[in-house]
């Protein structure tokens, strides 16, 4: 049986002698472990560009699929061991993310899109940060 995928990234970061955090905490070099992890996050980013070049050249949909999914799992496993490097539940804050996500529905139950498909906030949108904060300070304690 696989281990979860929270476990795996605590092993990985535990193996890689990278920082782990119990509970939510802010380092002293906070800016410039954001700054590297800006850098990083970007050279990931720009791997896009290599997929648009392989679909416009006629890639073969099989090989641009991988391409996609290694990207966006490495990104996923990125950020993943960021937040665990801040003591932050991520698990717990995407779910916040997705009730305020849902929350955009608009007056009629359904979604509302601006022109390039983003969602828009409907009247019962709410913020997910005030609920974000109040997990992560019941996590300090």
Do not use: Q
């Not at 061991?81 to 916040?96: I, M």
Request: with cysteine.
């Amino acid at each position: 049986m696989n281990k979860p995928f929270a476990a795996r990234i605590a092993a990985m970061n535990a193996m890689y002698k990278l920082p782990v955090s119990e509970k939510p905490t802010l380092p002293a070099d906070v800016v410039d472990r954001l700054v590297k992890f800006k850098v990083t996050l970007m050279d990931e980013v720009h791997e896009i560009d290599e997929i648009v070049a392989l679909a416009k050249n006629g890639g073969n949909a099989s090989d641009i699929a991988v391409a996609i999914a290694d990207l966006l799992g490495d990104v996923i496993v990125y950020c993943r061991s960021e937040a665990l490097k801040y003591g932050l539940p991520l698990e717990d804050v995407l779910n916040v993310i997705m009730d305020s996500n849902e929350s955009k529905l608009g007056a009629d139950g359904k979604p509302i899109y601006d022109a390039n498909g983003k969602f828009l906030k409907g009247p019962n949108y709410w913020k997910p940060e005030p609920k974000i904060k109040a997990l992560l300070e019941t996590l300090k304690r």
